[in-house]
């Protein structure tokens, strides 16, 4: 899906094309193949890895309030062990527990209390400034 966006935005190369065309369910090796190599036939490199989480972390919290991901779902790729900067970021990780059955254990919060400060921290996070270019 990032493929077909990234062309609609108008970068266009050979092997984004074909990326944009792959199942869902495509090797992920092979994906992040492609896609990296999409990227230096565009001139475009990728971020360091902090910087790409951070980005990763801002787009998950606005597909969160958008309705398009579920609560579980934040437990999953380690979120919590994401280096962070900036308050809102703090905030949103802070949140995010290392498995959903933990959440009252961890956080010391019931699932409905924490699923309203996970959502209003999430808010604050797509709200505050982003943290550089693509964010």
């Known amino acids: 899906m990032i493929a077909a966006e990234a062309l609609a935005a108008g970068l266009d190369t050979p092997t984004l094309c074909e990326l944009a065309g792959w199942p869902r369910n495509a090797d992920a090796r092979d994906i992040r193949e492609a896609f990296e190599q999409a990227l230096t036939e565009s001139g475009t490199g990728l971020p360091e890895r902090g910087l790409a989480r951070r980005h990763a972390l801002r787009r998950m919290a606005a597909r969160l309030i958008a309705g398009e991901i579920a609560l579980a779902d934040?437990?999953?790729?380690?979120?919590?062990?994401t280096e962070v900067?900036?308050?809102?970021?703090?905030?949103?990780?802070?949140?995010?527990?290392?498995?959903?059955?933990?959440?009252?254990?961890?956080?010391?919060?019931?699932?409905?209390?924490?699923?309203?400060?996970?959502?209003?921290?999430?808010?604050?996070?797509?709200?505050?400034?982003?943290?550089?270019?693509?964010?």
Do not use: H, K, M
């Open 74 to 81: 934040l437990v999953t790729d380690d979120w919590w062990e």
């Open 85 to 135: 900067q900036t308050a809102a970021e703090q905030a949103f990780v802070a949140l995010i527990p290392q498995c959903d059955c933990c959440v009252e254990y961890t956080l010391g919060l019931d699932q409905q209390t924490w699923e309203a400060q996970l959502r209003n921290a999430a808010f604050a996070l797509t709200s505050s400034p982003p943290i550089g270019p693509g964010c």
